[in-house]
């Protein structure tokens, strides 16, 4: 079975044949969380099994799986316990297109799908990545990346002054990106990348923000995938590190 067919089957798990789902924003676990335990693992005997007084969303012969949307910081814990114990695999998914729609909040109807200009990109989770970086080179540690095309519902709050997200339905898998030692993240890179380069320079090839640029250089710095040979003006220039991908799991391990 391939991912595209794994992933609709879990889709058609949890939201049923019709590819819909009931009571937007109103049941204990998203959508979205749900759709990715089954595509992760099928059997539901694998889901929330528990150790050493946690959680895993998923627990199987591979070892544990996590699904983290946000605040990654909040793992910390988890981590600790869970990479003692196994290989931990934390799956960051990102919504590439977005298919928005509002719900009324006194008839809860549903306005008409419009697509949103945003464009996720896989280079967005450098940012959540910053926050446990110190877990990046563990032998145990595995991250995913999903990237998906989701179907996402608002609700107006505090007098229409702010929106808050009801629910995010994804409804076609894009990427599954694997990472599993430290070299493995030079693909956060652009192909075609010129040397040396600036976090602007990268902002400019990935088409995202400086910020998340610089977060990205920062963390490719501390896993020795980059390193900086100097300045431009205020800027550091980098350059890609020659490390083979052996060399570095080779470091990882020992760490």
């Known amino acids: 079975m ?7 089957s879990a889709r058609a798990a949890v939201l049923g ?16 969380h749900a759709i990715l335990k089954h595509y992760l693992d099928p059997d539901p005997a694998h889901h929330e099994q528990k150790c050493k007084g946690f959680y895993a969303d998923v627990r199987n012969e591979d070892g544990f799986f996590e699904i983290q949307t946000r605040a990654f910081e909040r793992l910390t814990r988890k981590l600790d316990a869970f990479l003692a114990e196994s290989v931990t695999t934390v799956v960051y998914p990102i919504a590439r297109h977005r298919r928005l729609s509002w719900i009324d909040p006194k008839t809860h109807e549903l306005s008409p799908k419009r697509k949103s200009p945003r464009i996720g990109r896989p280079c967005e989770a450098a940012l959540e990545l910053y926050r ?8 145990n540690f595995r991250l995913r990346v999903i990237l998906l095309d989701c179907d996402e519902y608002k609700k107006r709050t505090r007098g229409g002054h702010s929106a808050e997200r009801c629910e995010r339905i994804p409804y076609a898998l894009v990427e599954d990106l694997s990472f599993s030692s430290p070299a493995d993240y030079a693909a956060f890179l652009p192909n075609g990348l010129g040397e040396p380069f600036t976090s602007l320079d990268l902002a400019k090839a990935l088409r995202t923000s400086r910020e998340t640029a610089g977060t990205l250089l920062l963390l490719l710095h501390d896993l020795g995938v980059v ?3 100097g300045r431009q ?12 991908p052996d060399d570095t799991k080779e470091n990882a391990s020992n760490a």
């Open 227 to 229: 390193r900086r040979i």
């Open 233 to 244: 003006g205020r800027a550091y220039l980098y350059r890609l590190s020659e490390v083979s």
């Open 2 to 8: 391939t991912r595209e067919q794994r992933f609709l």
């Open 132 to 139: 446990i970086r110190r877990y990046l080179s563990h032998p």
């Open 17 to 32: 044949s019709d590819g819909e789902r009931s009571g937007i924003g109103t049941l204990g676990e998203k959508a979205l």
